[in-house]
C-alpha cells in the first residue's frame, strides 16, 4: 500500500512538472497516458489518510478520491425503468454519457449494489467533449417484485462518485416460491 502511494506521488510530480511545460495539450494528453500508467486498477485516484482513517473507524470500504485533475460528466439519463418482465429474464441498457470538463474522464470503477446488476465501462480515458456508454445488465433469476437496483461510478469528477439507477418489475412464474426482493 505504501509503495503504491510513493508510487502515486511521484506520477504526480512528474504530471505537475510536464504542466509547467509551453505545449498544454501535449501535456495534458502525456498526463492523462502517465496517470493511466501508474496504475491501471486505481487510475488518477488515491486515498487520502483522512478517509482511510473514518473508512477504518466505519468498517467501510476505503474511499478515494482525485488528486490529479478533475472533469465533469454528464448523463443523458440516470434511470431507466425497465417496465415488467418475466423472472429470469436478462435487462440490459446503455447510459450515454459526456465529459463536459476539460480533462481527460478515468472512470475508476463501476459497481451494481448487488451481484445481479452488472455494469462494464470504457477503461480507456475519455477525451474532454467525447461521449461514451456504461452498460449494465441487470439478470432477474430468483427475482420478483418490485426492483430498484444502483450502480455507484467512481471517477476523477467533483464530487467522485455518481449514480445510475435500474427499476422495474419482476413476475415469478404462477406456482413458484417468491424470489429475493429487490435490495
Known amino acids: 500500500m505504501m509503495n503504491r502511494f510513493k508510487f502515486g506521488l511521484l506520477a504526480l510530480a512528474i504530471v505537475g512538472f510536464m504542466m509547467s511545460c509551453k505545449n498544454d495539450s501535449d501535456v495534458r494528453d502525456a498526463a492523462a497516458q502517465s496517470v493511466t500508467a501508474t496504475d491501471a486498477t486505481q487510475p488518477g485516484l488515491q486515498p487520502t489518510s483522512d478517509a482511510l482513517a473514518e473508512n477504518a473507524a466505519a468498517g467501510q470500504e476505503t474511499a478515494t478520491v482525485p488528486t490529479g485533475p478533475t ?3 454528464q448523463y443523458s439519463e440516470t434511470e431507466f ?3 415488467t418482465i418475466d423472472q429470469g429474464d436478462l435487462v440490459t441498457h446503455e447510459y450515454k454519457f459526456k465529459n463536459t470538463g476539460n480533462e481527460p474522464l478515468i472512470i475508476n470503477s463501476a459497481k451494481g449494489s448487488c451481484g445481479c446488476t452488472v ?3 470504457p477503461k ?3 477525451a474532454p467533449g467525447k461521449e461514451a456508454v456504461i452498460s449494465v445488465q441487470f439478470d432477474s433469476k430468483g427475482k420478483s417484485g418490485a426492483q430498484n437496483k444502483k450502480v455507484t461510478i467512481t471517477a476523477n469528477t467533483n464530487p467522485q462518485q455518481s ?3 435500474l ?4 413476475n415469478a412464474p404462477q406456482g ?3 424470489g429475493t426482493p429487490a435490495q
Do not use: N, Q, R
Not at 427499476?167 to 419482476?170: A, L, N
Open 71 to 73: 472533469t465533469s460528466v
Open 81 to 83: 425503468d425497465f417496465g
Open 119 to 121: 455494469p462494464s465501462w
Open 124 to 126: 480507456e480515458p475519455i
Open 163 to 165: 449514480f445510475l439507477y
Open 167 to 170: 427499476k422495474g418489475t419482476v
Open 176 to 178: 413458484a416460491a417468491t
